[in-house]
């Protein structure tokens, strides 16, 4: 069993930053990817950022030069610092994990999502 668990979220004014944290526990053998997805009511989910281990990140073109996402390898936990936030950057952003686990006697691989942690830039 694995689970992810995110923090950080909240109401902001637009250029605030905010800062989002995820950290996934569990049976985890590895993480291959972590990474921030955000969904807007009634739209797709898309993904923000993402961060293989041991490589450069992949940022969404909205959100480049604004966001940094970083991880944590020896606590399995990714970040994501958000600066110069804008109204449209407003959305639930969920935390998702491609790992590795043990399960009984079994090594599987399988991906994972947070609950979602809702941000709001708004005056």
């Known amino acids: 069993q694995v689970q992810l668990v995110e923090s950080g979220g909240g109401l902001v004014q637009p250029g605030g930053s905010l800062r989002l944290s995820c950290a996934a526990s569990g049976n985890i053998i590895s993480i291959n990817v972590m990474g921030w997805y955000r969904q807007e009511p009634g739209k797709q989910r898309e993904m923000v950022a993402s961060?293989?281990?041991?490589?450069?990140?992949t940022y969404a073109d909205s959100v480049k030069g604004r966001f940094t996402i970083s991880r944590d390898y020896a606590k399995n936990t990714v970040i994501l610092q958000m600066n110069s936030l804008k109204p449209e950057d407003t959305a639930v952003y969920y935390c998702n994990a491609d790992l590795k686990l043990r399960e009984y006697k079994s090594i599987k691989r399988d991906n994972y999502w947070g609950q979602g942690t809702q941000v709001t830039v708004s005056s």
């Open positions: 961060i293989r281990t041991n490589a450069d990140p």
